[in-house]
């Protein structure tokens, strides 16, 4: 499956961005999908994940109540919509994918998409 992320962008702290991540080439409802960032000189985190069954989601204590992941499997994409964002936000967003297992927050996915940055100003 091939992932592309985009959605970033510039933005002032306490606004909101949406990010999507569209997936391609095989079947993205047997997927569980997650979020992760890094930025400059730091290592990747992760940010949220949602189940390929969309019985659970999970979010990093960082973004809980900010952030919130969504999947359409209808048009293969998974949403991350991101709320009172705070410059500390600001990262490379990357989506990760992998088959039908649960969410992992340790990066062991399959598939990686691109990142699109994300710029969080103060």
């Known amino acids: 499956v091939q992932l592309q992320a985009s959605g970033g962008g510039l933005v002032q702290a306490g606004g909101s961005l949406r990010l999507s991540c569209a997936a391609s080439g095989r079947t993205f409802s047997s997927y569980t999908v997650g979020w992760f960032r890094q930025?400059?000189?730091?290592?990747?985190?992760?940010?949220?994940?949602?189940?390929?069954?969309r019985d659970s989601t999970y979010y990093a204590d960082s973004v809980?109540?900010?952030?919130?992941?969504?999947?359409?499997?209808a048009?293969?994409?998974?949403?991350?919509?991101?709320?009172s964002l705070k410059p500390e936000d600001t990262a490379t967003y990357s989506?990760?994918?992998?088959a039908g297992r649960s969410i992992d927050s340790?990066?062991?996915y399959d598939y990686w998409g691109q990142g699109t940055l994300v710029t969080v100003s103060s």
């Open 64 to 73: 809980k109540g900010r952030f919130t992941i969504s999947r359409d499997n």
């Open 75 to 83: 048009k293969n994409t998974v949403n991350l919509q991101m709320n």
């Open 95 to 98: 989506c990760a994918a992998r």
């Open 39 to 53: 930025a400059p000189g730091k290592e990747r985190e992760f940010v949220a994940g949602i189940s390929w069954s």
């Open 106 to 108: 340790l990066g062991l």
